[in-house]
């Protein structure tokens, strides 16, 4: 029975919504994340080369399959699960499409434009595994839980868009303490909230998380091969400009964003004018 009532406290307090439930969450999950994530440091130690196969599976795939545990564990224990994947309570505008055509667009580009035979077979899969990872525990965490508790409360869209992708960019400060400079991490602050904006207009023109988390499985892979493993030519220059069109594409779509669940969509509320 005192089991019963601690549960039903736990996701009462939950369904009650609100930024800082939202903001305390995420604290808490980066804390367990980064804690948890100390136990690969003695594989860590072993790698000689970070960008083989073996150091993106210990620096990267391991620590973030750490982060979708916890993600799911946290949804599993407040009943959200079935809620965070159902078709979004709100509907998208067409112009949202936008979002989704940018991201996809330079993802591709980044990807027809790599040497995979240089990179190799194995390396390439591997990144491929982390961002499906980084992709699904980022996104359920963000554009998920902390969307979801930003609508219990009643948020108009264009908050829970901004502070989503806040939370989001905020996320990434943390590569500060793996010893990126301060100029980097403040052009990837600005960065990561753009395609945080993108990843919301994907989720609210599909009506599911799933494309969000696709589009952002394929994101990370296509720029950390861009980078680690950078060819020249005319496809691979124009990949280039990806980052500052998502900047460009996120920051302008953001002033046109409306609504609110549990609002009538405008072509409904015409009808009864």
Same mark, same amino acid.
């Given at each position: 029975m005192t089991t019963s009532r601690a549960e039903h406290a736990w996701k009462r307090f939950w369904e009650k919504g609100g930024w800082w439930r939202a903001l305390v969450l995420v604290v808490v999950y980066f804390v367990l994340y980064q804690a948890l994530s100390l136990a690969f440091t003695p594989l860590a130690t072993q790698i000689d080369d970070p960008s083989s196969a073996a150091g993106v599976l210990v620096f990267y795939v391991l620590p973030i399959l750490v982060g979708c545990l916890l993600v799911i564990g946290f949804a599993a224990s407040v009943g959200w699960l079935g809620e965070l994947f159902s078709r979004q309570p709100?509907?998208?505008?067409?112009?949202?499409?936008?979002?989704?055509?940018?991201?996809?667009?330079?993802?591709? %580009?980044?990807?027809?434009?790599?040497?995979?035979?240089?990179?190799?077979?194995? !390396? =390439?899969?591997?990144?491929?595994? #982390? /961002? %499906?990872?980084?992709?699904?525990?980022?996104?359920?965490?963000?554009?998920?839980? !902390? =969307?979801?508790?930003?609508?219990? #409360? /009643?948020?108009?869209?264009?908050?829970?868009a901004v502070i989503s992708a806040a939370v989001f960019a905020g996320l990434h400060a943390g590569n500060l303490l793996s010893g990126q400079n301060l100029v980097a991490t403040l052009f990837q602050l600005v960065y990561t909230f753009a395609f945080g904006i993108c990843m919301y207009l994907a989720m609210r023109v599909t009506g599911t998380i799933i494309a969000p988390i696709l589009l952002h499985a394929s994101t990370d892979p296509s720029i950390f091969l861009q980078v680690a493993y950078p060819v020249e030519g005319p496809i691979a220059a124009f990949a280039a400009f990806g980052n500052p069109a998502v900047i460009v594409t996120g920051l302008v779509l953001l002033v046109f964003i409306r609504g609110r669940v549990g609002e009538p969509a405008p072509e409904a509320a015409a009808a009864y004018r």
């Open positions: 709100i509907t998208g505008r067409g112009w949202m499409w936008i979002a989704v055509a940018v991201v996809l667009v330079f993802n591709i %580009l980044r990807f027809a434009s790599t040497d995979y035979a240089d990179i190799g077979f194995d !390396v =390439v899969a591997t990144w491929l595994l #982390a /961002g %499906l990872l980084i992709g699904f525990a980022e996104e359920v965490l963000t554009r998920g839980l !902390v =969307v979801t508790l930003l609508r219990k #409360a /009643g948020y108009r869209e264009l908050i829970v």
